[in-house]
């Protein structure tokens, strides 16, 4: 049975694998530009008159192309500027603050607890081992304090990855013709924040092994 | 076999508070001789220098690391044998396992309490 349809004369498609490989040297990163001319390639190759089906999908990629035209022109507008030199470093400097602030009154917390510990050192019986268990746990429950930096250094870091990715957008959409693309990745990779992929820092309670976890793993080696 | 509490012991943490907490944690326990560094090229040259009877380091430290640090000591003729704890707030099992295959004694995970710090030391000098 003959096919009813009868959309019109196509491209062959040894030519437009020809074009794309062409456009892809042109362009080995994937652009936005890229894809518009791939999609003007295909548009331009079509010949004869339109089906409805064909004039409805046209209709839906100009719509797309308005869209993305529209993104462009609102992601252009993004002021960046104020993100990198003020949002990014006045949260960093908040994060620094608090990590000055608990530091300090964690000193003044164990300068005191030393003093009951000598205090300790000098009582005999029941209440110095009473005091001194107790500044065993104020001891233990200071090295919050190591934890909290970590996390909040670990906050810095994704604060200033986002600060990074936010740049690659407006310099993928919104860059002069010609210039090049940097990845985000390129630019943590540029800023050193990709060395030391084994460390991690805290984890969070639900993703972190507990000690009884490590001793489980130090054992199997035994 | 009872255990030297007379022995020095090096303490490596490049966060001072936390070197001030185990400090004082090993002196609850009786370790009065203790020796600090912030880093562990620092904490090398102490070692080479001196003699000590106990490493108790953190990982992440600048320019070296923990895990740097426990390499050189066990590619030092001298060193390597020394007993190596590391206290660390990696406590993912990849971490443990490098450790463990770079020839570290034992590992604590941060934050930690007192008993598992002596628990680790008396099984790490040979009382556990």
Known sequence: MADPYQGPAVIPQAILAERLAAIRQRYPEAEPEAVAEIVRAVVSSMR???SAQETSLLSEIEELGRTIASAKAEIAALR??????????????ELDAIVAHTAAATEAILETCET????ASDLNGPAAAQLQDATTRIYEACSFQDITGQRITKVVTTLKA?????AHIVAAFGRPEGAPIVTPERELAAAGLDEAALLNGPQLPAAAMDQSDIDRLLASFD | ???????????VDDYKTMLRIIRNLLKQIDFNNVEE??????ALAKLRSNHFGLVISD???SPMTGLQLLQEVRADARLKTLPFIMVTAESKAENVVVAKQAGVSNYIVK???AETLREKIEKVLGNG
């Open chain 2, 111 to 113: 934050p930690f309490n």
């Open chain 2, 1 to 11: 076999m009872t255990i030297d509490k007379s022995m020095s012991v090096l303490i």
């Open chain 1, 116 to 119: 009951l510990d000598q205090v």
């Open chain 1, 80 to 93: 960046v500027d104020d993100i990198t030199g003020s949002d990014i470093p006045f949260a960093t400097d």
């Open chain 1, 48 to 50: 004869g008159d339109l």
């Open chain 2, 59 to 61: 990982w992440n430290m």
């Open chain 1, 162 to 166: 986002i600060e990074a990715k936010v």
């Open chain 2, 37 to 42: 560094a912030t880093d562990g090229s620092e």
